[in-house]
Nanobody, 121 residues
Framework: QVQLVESGGGLVQAGGSLRLSCAAS????????MAWYRQTPGKQRELVAS???????NYADSVKGRFTISRDNAKNTVYLQMNSLKPEDTAVYSC???????????????WGQGTQVTVSP
């Protein structure tokens, strides 16, 4: 059994910063790719940033230079540092972690519960 717990969302003024965290717990053998997605009502879920097990990162054009994704493999945790936030960044942010469990030894994707980020003008 795996649990993902997200934290760090909230309300911030435009230009401010927030740091999201997503920690996985359970019988985890290894963590593979990790990513952050966001979604607003009526829109498709959007990939914000991703990071491979080796540390290679990828960002949506809309957040390049403002957001930074990082990970702590020992803690099976992924972070999203969000700076220079804009009102259009307002969304529910969800983490997606690909984990290999000790019981299956198969890489499987897991989702966090989602955390609201609201950026006021």
């Amino acid at each position: 059994q795996v649990q993902l717990v997200e934290s760090g969302g909230g309300l911030v003024q435009a230009g401010g910063s927030l740091r999201l965290s997503c920690a996985a717990s359970g019988s985890i053998f290894r963590s593979n790719a990790m990513a952050w997605y966001r979604q607003t009502p009526g829109k498709q879920r959007e990939l914000v940033a991703s990071i491979t097990s080796g540390g290679n990162t990828n960002y949506a054009d809309s957040v390049k230079g403002r957001f930074t994704i990082s990970r702590d493999n020992a803690k099976n945790t992924v972070y999203l540092q969000m700076n220079s936030l804009k009102p259009e960044d307002t969304a529910v942010y969800s983490c997606n972690l690909w984990l290999v469990l000790e019981t299956t030894m198969i890489s499987t994707g897991y989702w966090g519960q989602g955390t609201q980020v609201t950026v006021s003008p």
